[in-house]
């Protein structure tokens, strides 16, 4: 199956600085969502940004949506502490109902 | 409270044993699914089901069962045939009808299982 891919992997950052993300993927989608998981933890809903959409702000996340370059990114401003965790994006593809994840950017904020 | 729980969190599992892993969810969603996490890696999906007495496989579903008997549970059986089931699993839900598009996922705390 066909799934997202981060880039960078790993990130380390520090405290106050900002956090970008950037995921790919290889066919037409219906939705991109993010989610965040830290350490041994399930999986958390982020933001969820449809086709016909550019630009998706929550908080201190901004996602954008390239359907051209079949890209989406994910910022997070004024980074935190406790925003150390591991970031995934997935993708819906449309006839498909299930979800396809990318294999995750792990983001270490240094206070 | 409104959510998903899997238990237990740790199991340890002698090989040549079947082992389940329980899923509940009371958000009344439709679609229930498991998930397989390794070290490092991202998700990958063992089986996942739409409605009631309905399933199918997903990407890696060799050596695991399941059965979808209640709209709340869908429990996930890892088999002996399973050849490396030490993994982290998932469990989500999502209020998605069949046909429709995938929308947002609701996880479950996760099962750490490891193979002696």
């Known amino acids: 199956s066909q799934q997202g891919e981060e880039d960078p992997q790993a990130l380390s950052i520090q405290e106050g600085e900002n956090a970008t993300m950037n995921c790919s993927y290889k066919?037409?989608?219906?939705?991109l969502q993010w989610y965040r998981q830290n350490s041994g933890r399930g999986l958390v809903h982020l933001i969820l940004i449809r086709s016909n959409e550019r630009e998706k702000h929550s908080g201190r996340l901004r996602v954008t949506l390239d359907t051209s370059k079949k890209s989406s990114s994910l910022l997070i401003t004024a980074s935190r502490a406790a925003d150390t965790a591991s970031y995934f994006c997935?993708?819906?593809?449309?006839?498909?109902?299930?979800?396809?994840f990318g294999k995750g950017n792990q983001v270490v904020v240094i206070p | 409270d409104g959510g998903i729980t899997q238990s237990p969190k740790y199991l340890f599992r002698k090989e040549g044993q079947n082992v389940t892993l329980s899923c509940e969810q009371n958000l009344n969603h439709d679609a229930m699914y498991w998930y397989r996490q390794d070290p490092g890696q991202g998700l990958r999906l063992i089986y996942y089901s739409q409605i009631v007495n309905d399933f199918q496989k997903g990407d890696i579903a060799e050596g695991y069962s399941v059965s979808r008997e209640k709209k709340e549970s869908f429990p996930l059986t890892v088999t002996s045939a399973q050849k490396n089931p030490t993994a982290f699993y998932l469990c989500a839900s999502s209020p998605e009808r069949a046909g429709l598009s995938t929308d947002t996922q609701y996880f479950g705390p996760g099962t750490r299982l490891t193979v002696l």
């Open positions: 997935a993708t819906a593809y449309y006839g498909n109902n299930r979800l396809a």
């Open positions: 066919t037409s989608i219906n939705n």
